[in-house]
């Protein structure tokens, strides 16, 4: 069965400078790879995907991922954090099936 | 607005009532997805359609929910005899498929349909 794992439930980072969100999946075959962003309130927004070809994938607002096949990962990356960057981010797999499964969740704080 | 809309955004009800979710997708998508998120969970997959048709349901989906979309357009999910256990939001979402388009096989969501079992 297709899994994801986010191993940190909450990352801080002060604002300025660089972000992680890591993500780690487990699929028998070749992956479909995604982030997505929940903001309070509101449903869950797509951020980037990874489907095939180049293994960084840039997104919205500025966020990118790196798929690494070998390592089984595809962390979330900013170079430059905003404080409206905080937020929950998920982390999404789709294989043979149909359908995403989603982590648990990272909650993402932006220190001014 | 073209995106996935979801009603009603909350839902308070008593234990053994039933409740029913309604969910307009994005018109063009032929695909349309329910999850449930509880607090501090991600979102867990209940079922999907493609056109009308049912064609995957979890083994989250007892006997008490049921999902329909009757023409290929919107959804009803509604739950029966409802339990404390049930207390969660109730996400939707829409996509199209094919390949060869920066949308493809991205799930939309709605704000989802929040429901608190007293």
């Known amino acids: 069965a297709q899994s994801v794992a986010q191993p940190e439930d909450q990352v801080n980072v002060a604002e300025g400078n660089p972000l992680t969100v890591k993500c780690t999946y487990s699929v028998s075959g070749n992956p479909y790879l995604f982030w997505y962003v929940q903001y309070p309130n509101r449903g869950l927004q797509f951020l980037l995907k990874y489907i095939t070809g180049d293994n960084l994938v840039k997104g919205s607002y500025g966020f990118e991922a790196e798929f690494n096949k070998s390592q089984t990962s595809f962390h979330l990356k900013k170079p430059s954090a905003l404080v409206s960057d905080s937020a929950l981010y998920f982390c999404a797999v789709r294989e043979r099936e149909e359908k995403l499964t989603f982590g648990t969740g990272t909650r993402l704080t932006i220190i001014p | 607005d073209t995106g996935v809309s979801q009603d009603p955004r909350h839902k308070i009800t008593k234990r053994g009532q039933n409740v029913t979710f309604r969910c307009d997708p994005i018109s063009e998508h032929n695909r349309l997805y329910w999850y449930r998120q509880t607090l501090g969970q991600g979102p867990e997959f209940l079922t999907y359609?493609?056109?009308?048709?049912?064609?995957?349901k979890s083994r989250l989906l007892s006997d008490r929910f049921s999902a329909e979309r009757p023409k290929g357009s919107f959804s009803t999910l509604e739950i029966q005899r409802t339990e404390q256990g049930d207390s969660a939001m109730y996400l939707c979402?829409?996509?199209?498929?094919?390949?060869?388009?920066?949308?493809?096989?991205?799930?939309?969501f709605g704000a989802g349909s929040r429901l608190t079992v007293l």
């Open positions: 979402a829409s996509s199209a498929t094919g390949t060869g388009f920066s949308g493809a096989n991205v799930l939309t």
């Open positions: 359609f493609q056109n009308e048709a049912q064609l995957e």
